[in-house]
Nanobody
Framework: QVQLVESGGGLVQAGDSLRLSCAAS????????AGWFRQVPGKEREFVAA???????????VYADLVKGRFTISRDVAKNTVYLQLNTLKPEDTAVYYC????????????????WGQGTQVTVSS
């Protein structure tokens, strides 16, 4: 059974940083595309960032324009964990952040994800 567990969210001030973690069990992140999404109440879930499965030592990343240059997605193969480093946080970054996995490597960038975590709340005060 596949399980994704996010952690690292919290309440911070504008300009602060956080690192979100997504630990996987039941799948291997090195052979899966992984992504981060976020959602605020009343709005659709939006894409934040994705990292590709490792192929021939090549890893690709893609970011939403709103977070490009501030957020960084990465993977620790040994820990089977994907991270999202959030820097220079803004109040509009407040949301529940979700991790997702695409072990089928359906496409790049991924258009669908098979598995989702429960989410971790990030709140940025002004």
């Amino acid at each position: 059974q596949v399980q994704l567990v996010e952690s690292g969210g919290g309440l911070v001030q504008a300009g602060d940083s956080l690192r979100l973690s997504c630990a996987a069990s039941g799948l291997t992140f090195s052979t899966a595309n992984a992504g981060w999404f976020r959602q605020v109440p009343g709005k659709e879930r939006e894409f934040v960032a994705a990292v590709s499965a490792v192929r021939w030592s090549i890893v690709r990343t893609v970011y939403a324009d709103l977070v490009k240059g501030r957020f960084t997605i990465s993977r620790d193969v040994a820990k089977n964990t994907v991270y999202l480093q959030l820097n220079t946080l803004k109040p509009e970054d407040t949301a529940v952040y979700y991790c997702a996995a695409d072990p089928d490597q359906s496409s790049w960038p991924p258009q669908r994800y098979n598995y989702w975590g429960q989410g971790t709340q990030v709140t940025v005060s002004s």
